[in-house]
């Protein structure tokens, strides 16, 4: 067992410079006064078989050179009594995995914060060439601004791979709203967030990184489309069109089918701009699904005219279900829902007639 005080009972120094105080929640890890530059730091032991201690000390010298914000610094890397020592920025928060057990899953928009943060880091590291290896919830601090940080850079990795790395920052995002690792099954769900930590997650590998980036940014700070209605009600016909050209905008970039065109899918920012989540694997509700059930541009088409039919109307289509609110909308959204693709209109017809009633021309 290793003793933290010294001869004479006084608090034990680490290279005569890092005065050992109490330690930090159950782990390893120990508080320490650095003399030498007035300031709080982190310290752990850093336990290895001999024969790796060479290796594990070069990884923790390189990690020292990693700065990023979201990263515990390692700020040194000595031995004392032949045992090699981490000495860590020191960061006053609580661990996700500490955080979650005692309180609550994260909301998604909390959690996607965290999933910023820790994939800013991530990809700091992978540039210098460092694999992180323990991504996990108790190596990701929350601190008390809401800033997220990943701990444990230093320590021999357990993998070489980044894509290691990203599969591990979706277990950790899932534990984040789920309160539990995936397993087997990963929680299931139509919303974007969920969506995307499940390809995370699958064997083929995670989806492009700009892809996995650009939507945690957007559920950081924007509100599904659904979510706007549940709280605020029907939007009025010239919003919901301006939506529908962002959406169909989006739509004609890509080229090809989308496979997820539904409320939950459209995030709204603070401006009351409208943005459509990429979907990594298709996969829409049924609701929101055209009836001829084929992956073509015409069934997103139709699955925007639903989706633009519950921002206006405040419910989902249904058989036979009135428009009551569209106003000038009501015949665009009557052609979307066509059951025949071939009575839908084309993207630059519906882009005119959008555009018109966006306008407050029509």
């Known amino acids: 067992m290793t003793s933290w005080a010294g001869p004479g009972g006084e608090a034990r120094k680490l290279n005569d410079r890092y005065r050992l105080l109490n330690p930090l929640g159950a782990g390893s890890v120990r508080l320490a006064f650095d003399e030498a530059e007035h300031r709080d730091v982190a310290v752990r032991e850093l336990r290895v078989p001999p024969e790796l201690r060479d290796a594990a000390m070069f990884e923790a010298r390189r990690a020292t050179g990693l700065r990023h914000p979201s990263v515990v610094r390692v700020l040194d890397v000595l031995i004392e009594n032949g045992a090699p020592w981490l000495v860590m920025e020191f960061v006053s928060g609580m661990s996700l995995e500490q955080a979650v057990r005692s309180r609550r899953p994260l909301p998604v928009p909390q959690a996607a914060r965290v999933g910023v943060c820790v994939l800013s880091a991530l990809s700091a590291a992978h540039a210098a060439g460092i694999v992180h290896g323990r991504v996990d919830p108790g190596n990701v601090l929350l601190t008390a601004t809401g800033r997220a940080v990943l701990a444990g850079f230093g320590f021999p990795s357990l993998s070489t791979l980044p894509s290691a790395d990203l599969w591990s920052l979706a277990a950790t995002l899932h534990f984040a709203v789920e309160g539990r690792p995936p397993g087997q099954v990963p929680a299931p769900g139509a919303d974007p967030f969920r969506s995307l930590v499940r390809a995370m997650l699958h064997p083929s590998g995670p989806p492009p990184l700009e892809v996995v980036r650009e939507t ?30 962002a959406v169909l905008d989006r739509l004609a970039t890509s080229g090809a089918f989308h496979g997820g ?102």
């Open 216 to 245: 945690l940014d957007r559920l950081a700070v924007d509100r599904p489309l659904d979510a706007v209605v549940a709280a605020a009600g029907p939007l009025p016909p010239q919003r919901v069109a301006a939506i529908g050209l």
């Open 261 to 362: 065109v539904q409320p939950g899918n459209v995030l709204i920012d603070d401006a009351g701009r409208a943005w459509l989540a990429p979907l990594p694997r298709p996969g829409t509700l049924p609701a929101y699904t055209a009836p001829e059930g084929a992956a073509t541009p015409a069934a997103d088409l139709w699955s925007l005219g639903a989706t633009l039919f519950l921002a206006v109307e405040g419910v989902p289509p249904a058989p036979g279900a009135p428009l009551t609110r569209a106003g000038a909308l009501a015949p665009v959204l009557a052609r979307l829902l066509s059951g025949d693709p071939a009575g839908r209109p084309t993207m630059d017809e519906l882009r005119r007639e959008l555009l018109t009633i966006a306008a407050g021309l029509a």
